[in-house]
């Protein structure tokens, strides 16, 4: 004779509550998720990316002043994380494009130079104020390729040197485009994070440098770089001194120049109307003044249809020690 058991009310109210839960799950479809290619996951590299770009702008300005001829003004802007493919729609057609294998960073670095800063490069090298004719660019002329050479090979130095401080890096050129629909640092929805440069040359416009890595390959070094993030901490006084220095160095001031000091006694000056002629002298050598004092003696000239003064002689100054 078989024995029977049967459920208890509770036994029987638990098994009915797991068929519910069940039922729900299998109404839910699933959604597909790729690891690693959200973008919106917090970057803890970026304090660190920000620290070095700062210092890979003052940098810029010592390496790109032998180009221009003229000492630019180089902004860092804060790094930012957005997907390839939105980076490169923001992007005008033709621009110099160039991918930089750079060990042990996985995936290189891609490297932007607006083409209009090329022009005002070019501008400047020859005596110019580094202004860019607003002209359609469809190609680089021979000395724009030269120059452009140069930039690059400055620009990729800057960030080997800002990078050791990190770890030892090497770059080596992989490849160089003029399109953005040939670039390609990573596929088109990955993120990248973007570290821009604002550069002025002369009395130009200022023009963008884009310096691009891939995000995944910043995760893979994230705690190297986030260990940076408080490295100003323990900066020595030599360093405080070149940050205060760079700081210093764009400053504007207002400098002038006398042409001539003509004496008048009081009675002529009351007696002055207009059409009256002061006969004055103007020296070889002319004054340059900064605040009242004078800091150097030079003659008067011209350059690009303006008047200008040629420096020939430099008054003794005092260095921040």
Known sequence: ?????????????????ELSEAAAMQSVS???FSFGSDPLRPLAAIPALDRMS???GRKLRERIEPISRIKPRVSAEPVSVLRFEDWKVAQPEFTSISLYRFRPLKGGVLVAVAP???GRLVDAFYGGLGIHSERVVKEFTPTEERLLTRLSEALIETLVEVWSEVMPVKAQLSSRETNTAYASLVPAGEPVAVARFTITIGQGRPSIIDIIYPVVALRAIEGQLAAKIHDDGGMTGSEWR??????LGEVRIEARSV????TLSISEVLGLKTGDVIPISVPAMVPLLVAGRQIALGKIGEQDGRAALKVEKVEGRRSVQ
């Open 242 to 247: 070149e940050r205060l220095n760079a700081a």
């Open 54 to 56: 700062e210092r890979a």
């Open 30 to 32: 699933p959604q597909p």
């Open 1 to 17: 004779m078989s024995k029977t058991s049967s459920l208890s009310g509770e036994e029987v109210a638990a098994l009915m509550d």
């Open 116 to 118: 209009d800063l090329v």
């Open 259 to 262: 042409l001539a000091r003509p």
